[in-house]
């Protein structure tokens, strides 16, 4: 996950879950010498998964799949095929309206 500790990892997600400390990530950060981000982070994980969340790391996202790539394709073509379609509909009632 990072070259902190999963104690240091549980002590600031903990601080940073706490109803009083909403909205103060940043200071929380500068407290502990971390960037806000990673605060926020941690705090989302330790709030979905608890403390194991926090201890195990967590891999970025892998390659896409063919059937990923695929789908996002043909997901595009079908928004272009929209957007053509409602240039046409306004236009024919356009015209219908001459």
Avoid: C
């Amino acid at each position: 996950m990072s070259g902190y500790n999963k104690s240091f990892r549980v002590q600031v997600a903990k601080e940073a879950t706490q109803l009083e400390m909403k909205g103060m990530e940043e200071h929380i950060a500068r407290k502990y010498g971390i960037r806000p981000s990673t605060v926020v982070r941690w705090a989302a994980i330790y709030r979905e998964f608890g403390e194991s969340g926090l201890g195990k790391k967590i891999s970025s996202p892998t390659k896409k799949s063919d059937r990923e790539i695929q789908l996002e394709k043909e997901i595009a073509e079908l928004k272009e095929e929209v957007a053509i379609l409602k240039k046409a509909a306004a236009f024919l009632a356009e015209v219908g309206r001459r």
